[in-house]
């Protein structure tokens, strides 16, 4: 996530499709101390998906909300789990 987070924060022409004008609009730190992007209709959050609390916090802490339509992309981490 932390190269996406670079990415995004050094294309300033991004910022209006995620509705932010200044990185501390973007960028704010987890309950973990860990750099997310949270914005009004996104959240791009890390959490181990193997640990089941570990992800609920993450879900919790970024405010998924039930019952909204979600989508939910795990880039690159599907094919390690067993």
Not at 11 to 21: E, G, H, I, Y
Not at 36 to 65: F, N, P, W, Y
Not at 68 to 79: D, H, M
Request: with cysteine.
């Amino acid at each position: 996530l932390s190269k996406k987070i670079s990415a995004i924060s050094r294309r300033q022409n991004l910022w209006p499709m995620l509705d932010v004008s200044s990185m501390e609009e973007l960028t704010t730190r987890s309950s973990l101390g860990l750099r997310e992007i949270r914005t009004k209709h996104c959240r791009m959050v890390q959490a181990d998906m193997r640990i089941s609390s570990e992800l609920t916090a993450a879900m919790d802490g970024c405010g998924l909300r039930p019952d909204l339509p979600t989508i939910f992309v795990a880039e690159c981490v599907l094919v390690y789990m067993q």
